[in-house]
């Protein structure tokens, strides 16, 4: 792996493994706004990593997904953090991975069409529940990770 990696293969692996994160942004005037999503990473490009959540047809505040608080964070302020953490009893198997970067909206119908076809793909292989959700049509939260910080132990 090169250098200039954002994520270690042990948080590469923690990160991958993991089936639900937390979500924040920044609400105005700057409250932070938290939710849990499930999500998927995609690095095929080491140094590039992305992270993608659906706006899935769970039940939401609002039927119509750009009214969602955390779409209309992202449109206004991009910043976007996930926490990924692990609980055990066992205080030996403890641990977090927190990543931020910047959150973008890839839109169902947009230019962008390819990667939002890709996140589509990747998130039902990891999510079986997808099959049968209309995602082709909702939007999909896009976070370009630019820093990572973890803590405890991410391998057990």
């Known amino acids: 792996m090169a250098d200039d990696a954002i994520l270690s293969p042990t948080e590469r692996a923690f ?6 994160g937390v979500l924040a942004t920044l609400a105005p005037p700057g409250r932070p706004r938290i939710v849990p999503v499930c999500f998927v990473l995609d ?9 993608y959540s659906a706006i899935d047809e769970k039940p939401k505040a609002s039927p119509d997904p750009h009214r969602l608080g955390r779409v ?10 996930v926490l990924v953490a692990r609980w055990d009893e066992d ?13 973008t909206i890839l839109e169902a119908r947009s230019s962008g069409h390819a990667e939002h076809r890709r996140a589509i793909d990747l998130l039902r292989a990891k999510y079986p529940q997808y099959a049968t959700h209309r995602l082709e ?13 973890s803590w405890g132990n991410l391998t057990a």
């Not at 990160?15 to 639900?20: G, M, T």
């Not at 209309?72 to 953090?81: E, K």
């Not at 205080?91 to 970067?101: E, F, K, M, P, Q």
């Open 43 to 51: 690095d095929a490009r080491a140094h590039l990593p992305v992270l």
């Open 15 to 20: 990160l991958s493994r993991a089936r639900q």
């Open 137 to 149: 049509e909702l939007p999909v939260i896009r976070i370009a990770i630019d820093a990572v910080r």
């Open 91 to 103: 205080w030996s198997r403890l641990g977090w991975l927190r990543i931020d970067g910047r959150g």
């Open 72 to 81: 209309r964070d992202l449109v206004g302020m991009p910043q976007a953090s």
